[in-house]
């Protein structure tokens, strides 16, 4: 049997950089991942916020032009809203890139990573596993821990797009016919065109493909003689953090632990964000071995910090008329409706900043190599 201090489930960011801070604390990390590659299988659109851009070192060779203006359009298309940040609100990046980084700087702290082998593991035994495997755990479900319930699905296409002056910009469609209880997007950075919907799964009017190529010709957003570069899919869980997150033999973290901002639907800064917690309670726990370090990682206060945000994702995932979408989206032109929709798109409220004092890793700076290096 082949003894390991953590396993660390899901090769994805939540995974790797969990990992890395783990294995800079001296322990002995094995990271584990289904997929072969970690190029292969990406879900995410890879949309980072400025908050995430700040805060962690991203390469910057994989991340796309600035972009700083939203349109918002109601169901019939027509009269968008126009939102334009003075700064820089959003970059793409190439995902395949940012996994790379990611797993290099975590093999460099120390961990080995095993990719092409799927939880749970026969022949090696943890003190600690951490699920890092997405929006359906399998670890929270073997550790008894709380399991995400309230997911929307997901699906976008990638296709290059002629390099033209036009600005960078995020379209965002609301209308609950074809994205119930979300939206569907396209984002043109001027070197890819996203274009995606999600939605609730029970009120999908057909399959996600389907309803996208719909979606790509009504928006005139996909470029007639051009076939998609990528396809993406995956379920986003918005029912907000989970309850119970920790037990003496494990922790959950990012889409596992429902880490995913509830009305934005975005899951990359609150995964990495809280991988520097469950890396350092987890040190902590384990240098101890005091099961009460393990409440410092408490879904329930997360949680509380979300209530807004979970009653307004609540509200318009009950919206089924898109006249009433229309009418909403009428209020977004008054000047409080524009300062709202630009709190939530540009706001800093994305997910709290949960590194806790107590167990944060000091220390920690950014630089141009990883996600964030020692200092
Ligand atoms: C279509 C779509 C678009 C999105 N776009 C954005 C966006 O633009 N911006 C944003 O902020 N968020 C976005 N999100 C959400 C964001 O992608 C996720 O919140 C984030 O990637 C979660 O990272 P993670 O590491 O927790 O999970 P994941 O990236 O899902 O990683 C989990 C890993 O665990 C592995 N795994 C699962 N089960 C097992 C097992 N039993 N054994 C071994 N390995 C296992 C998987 O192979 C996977 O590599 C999007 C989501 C979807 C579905």
Not at 261 to 266: F, H, I, K, M, V
Not at 283 to 309: C, M, N
Request: aromatic share 6%; proline share 7%; with cysteine.
């Amino acid at each position: 049997m082949e003894m390991v201090d953590v396993l660390v489930v899901g090769a994805g960011l939540a995974g790797l950089h969990t990992a890395r801070l783990l294995a800079r604390r001296g322990l002995d990390v094995l990271v584990v991942d289904r997929r072969g590659t970690l190029d292969t299988g990406i879900r995410t659109t890879g949309i980072f916020v400025r908050r995430t851009l700040e805060d962690f070192a991203l390469p910057a060779g994989e991340l796309g032009p600035a972009i700083r203006r939203v349109l918002l359009y109601p169901p019939s298309l027509r009269g968008p809203v126009e939102l334009v940040s003075a700064r820089d609100e959003f970059r793409v990046a190439g995902m395949a890139g940012i996994y790379a980084h990611a797993l290099a700087a975590a093999r460099l702290a120390g961990a080995r990573v095993r990719l092409g082998v799927s939880y749970p593991v026969p022949g090696i035994a943890a003190r600690f596993t951490i699920g890092a495997d997405g929006a359906r755990s399998t670890v929270a479900r073997r550790l008894g821990l709380d399991v995400n319930r309230r997911l929307i699905v997901g699906v976008e296409e990638v296709f290059p797009v002629a390099v033209s002056a036009a600005e960078p910009t995020f379209h965002c469609v609301l209308d609950p016919r074809l994205a119930p209880g979300y939206l569907a997007w396209v984002v043109d950075d001027g070197r890819h065109a996203h274009v995606g919907l999600a939605g609730r799964p029970d009120r999908l009017a057909g399959p996600l493909p389907e309803l996208l190529r719909t979606f790509g010709r009504r928006f005139e957003a996909i470029p007639a003689a051009t076939g998609a570069v990528r396809r993406r899919g995956g379920p986003i869980p918005v029912g907000g953090v989970l309850r119970r997150l920790a037990c003496a033999h494990g922790l959950l973290v990012g889409d596992a632990a429902g880490a995913v901002s509830p009305l934005t639907a975005g899951g990359l800064d609150p995964c990495l964000r809280m991988a520097e917690l469950a890396a350092a309670v987890t040190g902590d726990y384990l240098r101890t071995g005091d099961v009460s370090v393990l409440r410092h990682y408490d879904g329930a206060a997360l949680r509380r910090r979300f209530r807004t945000r979970l009653l307004m994702r609540h509200a318009w995932s009950a919206v089924r008329s898109p006249a009433l979408t229309e009418a909403a989206c009428t209020l977004l032109r008054t000047p409080p409706g524009r300062a709202a929709a630009s709190r939530v798109l540009f706001g800093d409220g994305s997910f709290p900043d949960v590194r806790d004092p107590a167990h944060g890793d000091a220390g920690e700076s950014r630089g141009p190599t990883g996600i964030a290096v020692p200092r």
